[in-house]
């Protein structure tokens, strides 16, 4: 494990660095930007090479002179190490030209200090070998993660986005802390081993593991922090968390669920029912937002969702004795994980990219950037077709598998079947959602007219910002195009699942990947087809600009067009016993109406009702206990032994 602890080492140096060379801001970036970027790339590399050669590679270190940290690099962890290191080799290249503030020199600095202990401590998440070396990992990634959310501090908004996030972040951790000390009660040591754990105390743990993973994933209702964090963190900062961080939480799953060596239906059921329920209402949140970062990070919500769908479909196949239906959902759920990263890592830096140029995030004030912003525009939309799992591109190879799986599970019995059936349903209806609102985001914000003078006023310079997104757009395309090898590797990271299928086969999923490859090849020949006849026919023809037609208004003004609200007006009052929707709007009265106003906000009813049951008692009570803090120092040492005697009388 060399070349990975040399990789962490070049990492954190660039951190290191950036605060050293603070006062010199260019060089600062500079040095931060190479020393990361290397690291991120040896990284990969290495990743990509035990992942080929399913290699396991152990090492470990004494902490305290007590415990041992212990690190393990197999199939799986490698397989998400090569996301980890991947996006964050391209965000750290986009951050170059999009931190771009000399007079915040020393902010900049701290930012790319916590950025790349950020990224080493993800990779030490997924490859720490016992619970110690897991959970301090986890807590540094939490914490690093954390200063990033509060980056731009003096927004009173932003903090209360880096505290909800800390306090749900610290919730999570007490239900894994629960999980491993259930185990660590029935094994005696902190390796991960379940052996001589009772079956009820394995679905004890699964539960309490879920709950805590599921938070940092942002399943539902535990996403509550990643619509407040995700558009408050620097847009390259919310493409890693995005993209990356919150896979953590999906590998936490994973590897619990490997640990309990248990195939029990009931895992894959729970697992398939958060699954379903967080895609659709995450992209029914998303389709009601104005913000188009809060937008992006809904819809992160709903492709956990996918991601889920296609683990929990592995789970109950694993568990029903069909090997094909496990192999497909999980290699689906984990080709999604990596696609899902590409995509929406691109789709966050395009946001990035506009809220730079147009300076807000306000769908509504933008409008027309496709004819000044032709690079962002272009691969914003080719993240956009592949987050809504269109041919050719890669979202539609990962759900695919995820259908095969769901279409394997309609053969079994019972409750098997009908919640194969369900997730079937549910991408499907996942799917037709996720396009009407990236309909919405590409028309609203890329077409049209200018709503504002902040839309007009654009450019697109900054070629370290367009550079990464480029390359995710060309890996969408790839993916989509030539998705063997990276199917390959999601069946290799399956085989260290521990299912006992022996080598998998890979004769009959090379088979689909070449129809696949075919389908693409013929949506492109007939997309280069009728390019060609629509220049055959405009050759030699003068084209002439004009204005579009008024629609009967011979002075038609921006103010006309479509708004994000109405265009997603009639899909939200379907979906409004879930998506509950507060409208201002004083109407319009008398000969003479005075000036009016539009508000409509879409409230997310885990938000809500968490507020009303939960944060608003909580505080009421902490509010009627102030009288303990009163200023005196005697009563304060008093408390203190008061406590200590108490403790005796446990100890």
């Known amino acids: 494990m060399n070349y990975f602890f040399l990789s962490l080492l070049m990492v954190f140096s660039g ?53 041992t940290l212990s690190f393990q690099i197999d199939s799986l962890s490698a397989f998400f190490l090569s996301v980890i290191f991947g996006i964050s080799l391209l965000a750290v290249i986009y951050s170059f030209h999009y931190m771009d503030k000399p007079e915040a020199s020393l902010r900049t600095a701290v930012s790319y200090f916590f950025f790349s202990l950020l990224i080493a401590s993800m990779a030490l998440v ?19 993660s954390f200063f990033l959310v509060i980056y731009d501090y003096q927004s009173e908004k932003n903090r209360k986005a880096g505290y909800l996030y800390f306090v749900f972040s610290h919730i999570g951790v007490m239900f894994i802390f629960a999980a491993f000390g259930i185990i660590h009660a029935y094994t005696g040591n902190f390796d991960f081993s379940a052996s001589g754990i009772p079956d009820t105390a394995k679905m004890l743990v699964f539960i309490m593991a879920f709950i805590g993973f599921g938070s940092k994933a942002g399943v539902f209702p535990f996403h509550v922090w990643l619509p407040h964090a995700h558009p408050a963190a620097p847009s390259h900062i919310s493409a890693v968390m995005s993209g990356v961080m919150i896979k953590t939480g999906i590998y936490g799953i994973l590897r619990i669920y490997m640990l309990l060596d248990w195939n029990t239906q009931i895992f894959g059921n729970i697992v398939l029912a958060a699954g379903m329920i967080s895609g659709v209402l995450g992209v029914v949140y998303a389709l009601g937002q104005r913000d188009l970062k809060r937008l992006l990070a809904y819809s992160s919500v709903e492709n956990i969702g996918i991601i889920l769908i296609g683990i929990g479909i ?29 995509f929406k890592s691109l789709l966050f830096m395009g946001a990035g990219m506009v809220l730079r140029k147009a300076g807000t995030r306000s769908m509504d004030a933008l409008g027309g950037l496709l004819k000044k912003m032709k690079i962002t525009g272009t691969t914003f939309l080719i993240g956009s077709l592949a987050i809504t799992g269109l041919p050719p591109f890669n979202g539609f190879v990962s759900e695919f598998l995820i259908y095969m799986g769901g279409f394997q599970g ?122 060609a006849f629509r220049i055959l026919l405009y050759q030699g023809k003068n084209i002439s600009r004009s204005g579009t037609w008024g629609c009967g208004f011979t002075r038609p003004t921006v103010k006309m067009q ?52 939960i944060v608003r008692p909580v505080l009421s009570l902490f509010d009627k206990l102030r009288w303990i803090q009163h200023g005196d120092i005697h009563l304060y040492i008093g408390y203190i032994l008061l406590a200590i005697v108490v403790l005796l009388f446990f100890i």
């Open 562 to 613: 479509y708004t994000g609200s109405s265009y997603a007006a009639s899909i939200l009052e379907f979906f409004r016993p879930v998506a509950p929707l507060r409208e201002d709007h004083p109407g319009v009265r008398g000969c003479f109406p005075e000036k009016t106003h539009y508000y409509s906000q879409i409230h997310d009813i885990a938000e809500l009702y968490m507020g009303n049951m």
């Open 410 to 531: 309609v053969a079994l019995e019972k409750t098997a079947f009908v919640f194969s059936l369900l997730s079937i349903v549910s991408l499907a209806v996942i799917g037709g959602l996720a396009l009407a609102c990236f309909t919405r985001v590409v028309g609203i914000v890329f077409q049209g007219e200018p709503r504002t003078a902040a839309a007009e006023n654009t450019d697109e310079k900054g070629s370290m910002m367009l550079i990464p997104m480029m390359v995710l757009a060309g890996a969408c395309v790839l993916i989509g195009v030539f998705p063997n090898a990276f199917i390959v590797m999601a069946l290799k990271s399956v085989a260290s699942l521990g299912l006992d299928y022996g080598r998998i086969p890979l004769a009959p999923f090379l088979q689909m990947t070449a129809n696949i490859t075919r389908g693409a090849m013929i949506v492109f020949a007939v997309f280069l087809l009728i390019l």
């Open 15 to 67: 951190g290191i660095l950036s605060l050293f060379l603070r006062q010199r801001f260019t060089l600062m970036k500079t040095a931060g930007t190479l020393t990361a970027g290397a690291g991120c790339f040896l990284g990969l590399y290495d990743a990509v090479a035990k992942l080929i050669l399913m290699k396991t590679c152990t090492a470990s270190f004494k902490y305290l002179n007590t415990y």
């Open 314 to 342: 592995g789970m109950i196949g694993a568990s029903s004795g069909r090997p094909v239906m496990a192999i497909l959902g999980f290699s689906g759920g984990l080709l999604h994980v990596l696609n899902h990263s590409i």
């Open 126 to 144: 997924v490859t720490a070998n016992n619970m110690i070396t897991f959970l301090l990992s986890w807590e540094i990634m939490s914490l690093s």
